[in-house]
């Protein structure tokens, strides 16, 4: 585990008492901020970046050790203090511009829209992480590695400005007076969320809002236009996977369909939203109106109950999986990594009230009690105890035995949606 990831896991326990904090906080106040299933998606869509990031450092974090050895044009000291604030403040520039383009150039977009997906606005929506941020993302901060950035400078500053963006993730901090002026802070990045033309794409700060002040892309929220989040393509759905796909998917579509070869490299390079005149006109998509309700398929109590274990049972094993990547071998590390994902798209299909999904939840946590118990073995640990195998095979038959008790072999009632926050 390198430095990176063993901060983010020593950091994950605050994330969680915050979080619940947070909730705390809304009740107190009588507020809804959360919803079990849409937190568990980004929490779950986090827990995929997380995983990404494992066999994404070659991209991450290589391309950028290669460079600031090869063609750096300054050899910066990292024990020196001004090099530090300097690259935290270069660092925060560079990710005004990534996210700037993220949110105007398609493909970028795909990536990002992720983090924009959920239509309510608290702490965890912070967790909720792209799965393929790091395919161009890197090419932003090339500009630190040729100006000499040391490496372990790179890697922690970038840390520091991940970690400051965790908190202004909630409706539960108003303003802020002078702070909300300099810094992004929670109302600046309420209005970055939302998707009501007042706001759109805007805010892009890290942890200077002072950028958008200078570059023209900054924006007051309005408590006369209360924002209203999400995007303006609504997912509608709990699949983490389709959460990573879906705008690929689309253009890839369109692209297809486009008549032109211009057309077909233009529609991944324009805004979002943009489609050839061809494609428009022989396959037209509604036109945008503001949401009044939010995706919310009924579930039962007890389902809800069930989802709610499993998935913690998942953050677990997530976090032993990040506890050996630095030593497991690289068919353990995807065959993990392959049986996380799965598990996570269960559970959403299962929220989604999806006929199959029952089934093959029995078929996971069936197979889950099984292998460590019969073959001693789990992924990455060869000799596993007798008593860990004994427990893991308890908790998951047990949890086949009650699947079939808690309402998910019925057919999925209609989609049921709650009003939004007018």
């Known amino acids: 585990m390198n430095t990176q990831e063993l901060i983010i896991t020593w950091a994950t326990p605050v994330f969680f008492l915050l979080i619940g904090i947070e909730l705390l906080v809304a009740k107190l106040r009588g507020r809804e901020a959360y919803a079990g299933n849409d937190a568990i998606n980004s929490i779950g869509l986090g827990v995929i970046s997380q995983l990404v990031g494992v066999f994404s450092k070659l991209l991450t974090i290589g391309i950028y050790a290669w460079c600031v050895g090869h063609l750096a044009l300054f050899a910066l000291p990292e024990n020196n203090l001004l090099v530090w604030v300097g690259a935290l403040l270069l660092y925060d520039f560079c990710y005004y511009w990534l996210h700037r383009c993220g949110h105007r150039v398609n493909i970028l977009w795909a990536a990002h829209v992720v983090h924009h997906q959920s239509e309510r606005y608290n702490l965890s929506t912070a967790l909720r992480q792209t799965g393929s941020g790091a395919l161009l993302g890197w090419l932003f901060y090339l500009p630190m590695a040729l100006l000499g950035v040391p490496l372990k400078v790179f890697v922690i500053v970038a840390l520091i400005d991940l970690l400051y963006q965790f908190w202004v993730h909630t409706e539960q901090i108003g303003r802020l007076g002078w702070f909300d002026r300099v810094f992004c802070s929670p109302s600046n990045h309420r209005a ?9 794409d805007r805010n892009y700060g890290g942890i200077l809002i002072v950028w958008d002040r200078l570059f023209g892309t900054f924006v007051e929220e309005d408590d006369t236009d209360p924002p209203v989040y999400g995007t303006r393509s609504p997912l509608r759905s709990w699949n983490p996977l389709w959460a990573n796909a879906e705008v690929y998917w689309h253009t890839a579509v369109d692209a297809w ?51 709610l274990v499993q998935f913690a049972l998942l953050l ?21 990594a392959t049986y996380l994902v799965a598990g996570l798209c269960v559970l959403g299909a299962l929220m989604e009230g999806r006929r199959w999904a029952p089934w093959a939840e029995g078929v996971r946590v069936l197979a889950t009690a099984a292998v460590p118990l019969l073959s001693g073995r789990w992924f990455g640990v060869g000799h596993l105890d007798g008593h860990i195998a004994l427990a893991i095979a308890l908790v998951f038959g047990l949890s086949a035995l009650v699947l079939p008790w808690l309402g998910g072999l019925r057919a999925p009632a ?8 007018g």
Do not use: C, I
């Not at 677990?316 to 993990?336: K, R, W």
């Open 316 to 336: 677990g094993m997530t976090t032993q999986f990040l506890g050996m990547a630095g030593t497991a071998s690289l068919p353990a590390l995807l065959g993990y």
């Open 257 to 307: 369909h486009a008549r032109h070869w211009r057309d077909k490299l233009l529609v991944w390079l324009k805004p979002p939203g943009w489609r050839p005149a061809d494609v428009a006109a022989r396959y037209p998509k509604p036109v945008f109106v503001m949401p009044s309700e939010r995706f919310d398929p009924p579930l039962s109590r007890l389902l809800k109950l069930y989802v």
């Open 192 to 200: 970055h969320h939302a998707v009501n033309d007042r706001y759109l």
């Open 414 to 421: 209609p989609l049921r949606h709650d009003a939004a926050p």
